[in-house]
């Protein structure tokens, strides 16, 4: 799946962020969902990024 929106990224178990066509870096998810998304979101911000980075 490709996604801009955090929340429907967090119900994967594998997030991959592209920037300029290259890739930055990856989180997988290892617990609940909830966590997951924070941790989504937290990247984001880590980047300087928002929904439309992702």
């Known amino acids: 799946m490709v ?3 955090p929340y429907a ?3 994967c ?11 930055g870096f990856e989180i997988i998810r290892e617990g609940e969902r ?4 924070d941790t989504i979101l937290e990247s984001l911000a880590f980047i300087g990024g ?3 980075d992702l």
């Open 50 to 52: 928002g929904e439309d």
């Open 9 to 11: 990224a967090s119900f």
């Open 3 to 5: 996604t801009h929106d």
């Open 34 to 37: 909830k966590a997951f998304f």
């Open 13 to 23: 178990k594998r997030v991959v962020f592209i920037k300029d066509g290259e890739i």
